[in-house]
């Protein structure tokens, strides 16, 4: 029997915004009008609220790489530097091991997709608190492959996912004021 074409492929359902928004169109096609609403507005609401949609994910336990960073209370990543293979999954853990309140001095970890401004990136999540401070321009959104959530002192949180290509993957903490220090690279060959 022939699948239905508005069934989701795996490659849709972790793709990148726009084809995303592709696959949206082609399922809407077959609803009907009140449905077509509903989804657009769910579409708008995810966006708007910054959910993360992870470009692809990985189980951390079989990840290629595994890697350990820690965050301070110096505004300090131990690690700016990281190598991985095109097509290879990276899991990072984030352990914030500073002793300052997370108001205070809080971290996270965003992997952003090569070539992301990562000043305009930060800066554009700066008002969203309640959003981890991640952007909720859907332009921007769309640059994330993997975050944490904001870390405590004694917190920790590890991410996982798969790099389909090569190229220098910027990495960066969001909290207010960070971004110009707290920053590191993933160099995929
Ligand atoms: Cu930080």
């Given amino acids: 029997m022939r699948?239905?074409?508005?069934?989701?492929?795996?490659?849709?359902?972790?793709?990148?915004?726009?084809e995303r928004f592709t696959c949206a169109q082609r399922i809407t096609a077959h609803l009907p009008a009140d449905?077509?609403?509903l989804l657009l507005t769910l579409t708008a609401v995810a966006l708007a609220t910054g959910i993360t949609l992870a470009a692809e994910k990985a189980d951390p336990a079989t990840?290629?790489?595994?890697?350990?960073?820690?965050?301070?209370?110096?505004?300090?990543?131990?690690?700016?530097?990281?190598?991985?293979?095109?097509?290879q999954t990276i899991a990072i853990t984030l352990k914030n091991i500073g002793a300052l309140p997370k108001e205070a001095m809080g971290h996270n970890l965003v992997?952003?997709?090569?070539?992301?401004?990562?000043?305009?990136?930060?800066?554009g999540g700066i008002a969203n608190k309640a959003g981890g401070f991640l952007p909720?321009?859907?332009?921007?959104?769309?640059?994330?492959?993997?975050?944490?959530?904001?870390?405590?002192p004694k917190e920790e949180e590890t991410i996982a996912f798969k790099v389909g290509?090569?190229?220098?993957?910027?990495?960066?903490?969001?909290?207010?004021?960070?971004?110009?220090?707290?920053?590191?690279?993933?160099?995929?060959k």
């Fill in 111 to 123: 992997v952003l997709k090569p070539g992301t401004d990562i000043t305009k990136f930060a800066i």
């Fill in 3 to 18: 699948s239905p074409d508005y069934l989701l492929t795996s490659s849709d359902a972790f793709g990148s915004l726009p």
């Fill in 63 to 87: 990840a290629d790489v595994k890697v350990t960073i820690s965050g301070n209370d110096l505004m300090k990543y131990d690690k700016t530097e990281i190598t991985a293979k095109a097509g």
């Fill in 35 to 37: 449905m077509k609403k």
């Fill in 165 to 188: 290509s090569a190229g220098d993957y910027p990495y960066v903490c969001t909290f207010p004021g960070h971004f110009g220090v707290m920053k590191g690279v993933i160099k995929v």
């Fill in 136 to 152: 909720t321009d859907a332009a921007l959104v769309a640059q994330i492959v993997a975050n944490t959530k904001i870390l405590g």
